[in-house]
């Protein structure tokens, strides 16, 4: 057997998919933010953080990356695509790409991507099913309804969000997220 | 449900299945410390796209492909398991990807024997002689057609080696690579796995765990079975029929092999003719002489065959009889592939003495020449 037939070959990358899933996750980490100043449940999660708290969640091994943190004043803070040299307590990794990619064209829902044990969680997993909470929320003020139910566990009744404050929320997340504060 | 006072049991290998299975090989191969694997891939046609498959979903990992093989390999011999070897040492590899089945599976088990010992593969041919953990090693199943890829065995020149170290350490069951199985291997494949279920739930070794893995398989080939043989590229039945070949493997890992697995094996290697077949229609036969004699069938085994709308419908005295009908049912839905007695596929009367000497030599646990007569006659006839 020649083994020069049989070079080492070492895999591409899946440029054009990251660079989605890195624009979703720069779109959901601005949102998170914003959405802690508008929706009192969101803020009410962050404040039951613990001060200095942080996550990241993105794709393992090289990203991309959004880390969101917590505040002084128990807000949640977007703290960009770069884990390197922040303190984050909590670390939650989607397996590869393509697991991604179903989270983020709702294919799968988070809780669903979750329990099929597509992340992998560095961390308290306490926070980290808060962290969905929260995701599940921003994901319903982000996302019509058609969407938004396929990506969250169970898309909130009437009595616990009315359209009334899902759609002036939608419009103060998506203008806050946009100009980023 | 039988409460045995003593069992053991291994549940291994890992099983990933379903959607994006593919891409979550180079998490679990990090998990073992491994990122260099030596990837087998079966060869003939279509195989350059399993070949471009596997390496598509291993993009935007951190792991190196050590090498590809995809050339072709007839059986398991020494041969080509010391050169496979040589390409592993070569290319310092640190971990194996099988994809495929049959004598592939076999090679890539013997690559990692001689790598992890240091020796001959056929040297370390008997049972339990393999000393400590292999390399890691990811199967990635086209068809299970031997029934012994995810199981604790591989063949080599021949001889078995029998080795719970030999089980694969994860099998990843993706439909991108199960739906590019043929007609042949589908059906072959189902029924290696309906024979090994059937024996192990009915072995002496029958345990709640071995009942678990075979009703898992048992319902999923009663199933799926049909239509996977009907289209082959159907993506949900391919999944289901990997999966159950599979969960039969691990059942038979932990029961000894029975009747059927060795009257099939002394079958096939005199005639020809495939191995699955004729274990097929040896466990028929098998529990339709245990009915004959009186023995009955286990509850367990019943409802997994029956399925629990026919068994619970069924009185108590005819559930063994649903069963039985439950087997005649799914081999009738297999159509022409299916063939009803070991005469209609060529086997003469004269090869079931030497098939029955050869089973009972070749069973470590005495198996008695009558009762194998008994059972390969009523096969023959197809009653």
Redesign the interface.
Known sequence: ?N?DN?????????TIK?IYIAVMLFVVGRAIQAACRVDETVKKEFKNLKDGFAFALG????GPWMIVGRDAKGRAKYMGWNPEGKKIPLKMSI?????AI?VFTFQESTAVAFA?NRF?VNGDLIDALAVVRVLDLVEVYLLPKLIAALAVKRYPKWSELSPVRKHVGRIVIYTRALLGF | MQSPNYYEFLGRPKMIS???AL??I??ELEGYGAGRPLILVQGGPGSRGLADTI???????????????DGAIAGSTSGIAS??A??FR??KCDSIIAIGGGALVDVAKCVNMEVAEKKPALGLSGEGKISRELKPMVLVPVALVSGNEAANRAYIDGAACISHFLSPDVVVIDHRMTSTAETGPTLYSGLTALAHAVEAAISVSANPMIDAYAYASLRLLCEQLPAAVKKPSDKKSSVAVANAAALAAIAFSNAPAGMAHYLAEALADGTGINAGICMALLVRALLKTRMAEKKGIREELCLALAGPGMFSAAPASGRAKAALGAIDGMFADLGGMMPGSLKEIGVTQERLNEAVREAVKASPSKLSAKECMAVIGRAWNGK
């Open positions: 057997m083994y049989y070079p080492e070959i070492k895999p591409g990358r899946k990251r794709v393992h091994p090289y397996k590869n790409v393509e697991s179903l099929r992998v | 379903g959607k994006r891409e979550q180079p998490l390496t598509k979903a291993l993009y935007d990992s951190s792991l190196v492909i050590g090498a590809l093989y050169e496979l040589g390409l070569a290319r």
